[in-house]
Structures are given as C-alpha cells and as structure tokens.
C-alpha cells in the first residue's frame, strides 16, 4: 500500500517504522524543520547535547519505548541516573521518590502517611482501571486516602495539572494509570531527546520510507476507490491510507469531511496547552534535586521547576546549568502571548523562593516553547468518548495523545499507539 504518515514525532515514525518495515511505500509528513515534535529538542552552538523543549524523562516501566529502542538499535544509549524528586511544603523541600521518604515527609500526620502509602500500594497493584473512571481522582482520594493526606499531596499537583476549571473533574482511571505503571528510576538518551529521535528517523529512513520536513498538509479529501489525496504546498498527492498523529483540533480542520457524529467526538475532547521557559544559568539554581513539586497555593508562578543539569551532566551543555519552569494552562491563558523577557519577569520570584540569590545576572540565554495541544484531559467514563483510530472515512485513521487513555499521554504511548494504528493499517490491507 501506499500510505502517508502526518507528523513525525514518535507516535508517526513508530507507525513509519512498522509499515516501512512490512513493506509498504511510506511517506511522513511533518510541518516542521525537524522530526520528534513534543519530544523533540534543541542544541545552540557549543553544546554537545540537546535539550528537550519541553523537559522529558523515561520511566523504567516504558516498555515499549524501550522495545522500539531495542529494535532501531539504540537501546543501549537510554541510560537511568538517579536524581532526585522533592516536594515543596512550607518554605522547604523534602525528597519525595520512595516509600520510605514518604514515610519520612513530616508535612503530614504519621497515620495519614500510612494511609497514604497503603492507597497507593492497592492502587499500584490493581489493575482494574474501568471501575475507577466512574469516579473524579478528586472525590476519590478525598475519601480513601483522606482529606489531610489528599489536600496536602496529591491536590495541588492536580490544581497544577489540570486548572481549577478541570482539576476536580478529571477521572479516578488518569490518577490510577500514573501510580500503577511509574518507576521511580528516571531516564534518558546519551545526547539528548533528539538525538533519540534523529536516530529513529535515520532507522525509518532505513526501512525505505521518506520523511518530508517543512511539509505541513492541509487538507485530507477523499477520492474514487477508496484513495485518499493530500494538499500540501507542494501539490497534492494521492495514497491507499493516511494516518494522522496531529492534535485534535488539527485533524477536524484537515478533515472536514468527516461525519458530523465523529467530528463532534473529536471537538469535544478537552486539553490544555503547556508553557516553557528554558534558562542556561552560570550556577546552578538549587540544592542536588532534579524535580521540584510546586504547589501553586504558595505563590509559585509555574507547576513544575526542573533543573536538567542536577539529571544530565553541565559539560553536555558547554559548562551551563540548564533549568526549566513550566506550566499546562488553556490556550487562550495571556503566557502563549507575552514575550520571554516577560514571562522571566514574571517567573523571577518563583526562582528566588528556590534560592533568594538568583538574579537576572546569572542567566546568560533563554528559549520559550509553546504548544497548544499538551495534555488531554479525562472526565467520568471517558473511555466511552474517544474517537476509534479507524474513522469512518475510508482508509483515514487518526491516533493521538487524547486516545492513548487510560495512560497518560507519554512517549511510551505514543510508540504503543503508533504501532496500534500500523495493525490497523495492515490489518485493512486488500486481498
Ligand atoms: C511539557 C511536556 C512534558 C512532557 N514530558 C514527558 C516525559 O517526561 N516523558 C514522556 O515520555 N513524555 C512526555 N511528554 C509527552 C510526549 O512528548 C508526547 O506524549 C509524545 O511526544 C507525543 O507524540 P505524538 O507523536 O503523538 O505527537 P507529537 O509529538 O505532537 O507529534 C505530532 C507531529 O505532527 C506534526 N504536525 C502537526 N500538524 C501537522 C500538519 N498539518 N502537517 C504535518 N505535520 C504536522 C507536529 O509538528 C509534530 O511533529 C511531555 C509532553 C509535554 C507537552
């Protein structure tokens, strides 16, 4: 078959792979000047690595990322450090990575950190995701893990992720999803994200396939038997099948044609959009702690304050200590307009309440990176509302963060549904 891929990031170059692989005539389309999209990174002049745009880590439970690896030949560049993950509660941090720092977190009453570690054992050991997507995380953990535990824990980082507009609806089965497959182990890609994603398009490009950068389709239109016709700048070509890995609001634009029913599926998933401001500093913003957990109730101006550097060595990135702060918001929220130098003006006092020192001084460069489409987000019984990859438009398949559920979205589960929709693919093949 002949079949078009839209985006090269992971979801796109894992169907690549596997179709490529099968033997098919495969082209990949991506809009912009480089492969990887959300996981995907940057590298001024002088460093060695990249650094994502938006910070990214691997769990040890990324099966099939890891298996992807395994396979394009690169597995052994995915390395684990050990960096440690704390938790902001009044005025200090506390290491917040293992049971037993749980066990050791003062912030809340002994017996409540018990039942917090015996909620999160059951919720680690269960598998039986569906029952939990009838409730909010919210309800839920209020009444099982108890009012103190959940306030102090876990709903800040819910407030954080989700907005107060979301965060006490999303369902019980997101939460659940986060707890049962996470490690605590954290990895990463000798050379960076990108480099991880170069290598892929360079084993895609292998496998026969051609991956067209700076190419953003506009339009997917049906044609005489069953074929499919792509509009670009550069014309219009026509394919047996087209898998799109866009966002939602994308592929309802370059779809048009699909079904009302369908569309309004699609339309009708919610997400928020993520906001990152990246710093090269000249010294390194904080103790020995990779992740900060930022309740925003403290006056925090970001949810998460990630110092790359305290994960991957300086020397990568030309002597500098590379820091992230980031936020989901709506896409409409005033950050996707202000400039780099506002946001840092902004973000500043958040910085100081790390370390009172830091100044405007110490940065010696910034990158701001904006997506609108960032983080699906699950309401009650959402399995019942995800579009299937298969539309109804034949040989058009759509596979996305916002279908990867129950998981969340993940580098991980782009690989898994990339693969799923190559199945699909296959599976559809004429006789
Ligand atoms: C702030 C943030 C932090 C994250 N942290 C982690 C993490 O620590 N670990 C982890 O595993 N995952 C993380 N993720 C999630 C991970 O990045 C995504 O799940 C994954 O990259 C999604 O891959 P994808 O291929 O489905 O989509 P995308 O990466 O969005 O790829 C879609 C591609 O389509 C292209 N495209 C769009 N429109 C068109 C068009 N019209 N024509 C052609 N091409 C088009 C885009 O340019 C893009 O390259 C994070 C995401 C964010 C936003």
Redesign the pocket.
């Known amino acids: 078959m002949k079949i078009a891929i839209?985006?090269?990031?992971?979801?796109?170059l894992s169907a690549a792979w596997d179709l490529a692989g099968a033997g098919h005539e495969v082209n990949v389309?991506?809009?912009?000047d480089k492969v990887g999209?959300?996981?995907g990174g940057f590298r001024p002049e002088g460093w060695e690595w990249s650094v994502e745009k938006?910070?990214?880590?691997?769990f040890q439970s990324d099966a099939e990322l890891l298996k992807i690896a395994e396979e394009i030949g690169v597995r052994d560049k995915v390395f684990y450090p050990q960096p440690v993950t704390a938790l902001y509660h009044q005025g200090k941090f506390y290491a917040f990575d293992s049971p037993i720092a749980v066990l050791k977190f003062p912030g809340i009453h002994f017996i409540d950190r018990l039942r917090f570690g015996f909620v999160g054992a059951y919720l680690r050991f269960s598998k039986n995701w569906k029952s939990f997507e009838k409730h909010t995380a919210h309800e839920w953990l209020r009444k099982w893990m108890g009012k103190r535990a959940y306030e102090t824990l876990w709903e800040p980082m819910l407030k954080g992720k989700f907005g107060e507009e979301y965060y006490r609806d999303v369902n019980m089965a997101w939460f659940w999803a986060r707890i049962h497959v996470r490690t605590p182990q954290l990895g990463t890609f000798e050379g960076g994200f990108q480099a991880f994603c170069d290598e892929f398009a360079e084993a895609v490009r292998g496998r026969g396939a051609t991956i067209l950068l700076e190419t953003?389709?506009e339009r997917i239109e049906s044609k005489d038997k069953d074929q499919l016709a792509l509009r670009t700048n550069d014309g219009e070509e026509t394919f047996d099948r087209v898998l799109s890995?866009?966002s939602p609001e994308?592929v309802a634009k370059?779809a048009p044609d699909l079904p009302e029913d369908y569309l309004s599926g699609v339309r009708n998933l919610k997400s928020l959009g993520?906001v990152?401001l990246t710093l090269s500093m000249d010294r390194p913003l904080g103790p020995e702690i990779y992740w900060y957990n930022l309740p925003k109730s403290e006056g925090f101006p970001f949810l998460c304050l990630v110092e790359h550097t305290q994960f991957v060595d300086k020397e990568h990135f030309g002597g500098n200590h590379i820091v992230y702060c980031?936020d989901y918001l709506p896409p409409d929220h005033r950050y996707f307009s202000m400039t780099k130098e506002e946001i840092l003006e902004e973000y500043l006092p958040g910085l100081q309440k790390i370390n009172p020192e830091v100044s405007k001084d110490w940065v010696k460069e910034s990158w701001m990176f904006r997506?609108q489409y960032?983080?699906p987000v699950p309401f009650v019984n959402h399995s019942e509302n995800i579009p299937s990859i298969r539309t109804p438009i034949p040989g058009l398949y759509w596979a996305?963060?916002s279908q990867v559920y129950p998981w969340d979205?993940?580098?991980?589960?782009?690989v898994e549904i990339g693969r799923r929709a190559a199945k699909s693919i296959q599976a559809s093949k004429p006789s």
């Not at 389309?29 to 912009?32: A, C, F, H, L």
Request: no cysteine.
């Open positions: 839209i985006g090269a990031g992971i979801g796109g389309y991506e809009g912009s999209g959300l996981a938006y910070y990214h880590h691997w953003p389709v890995t866009t994308l370059m993520a990152v980031g997506a960032a983080q996305s963060m979205r993940g580098t991980n589960f782009a």
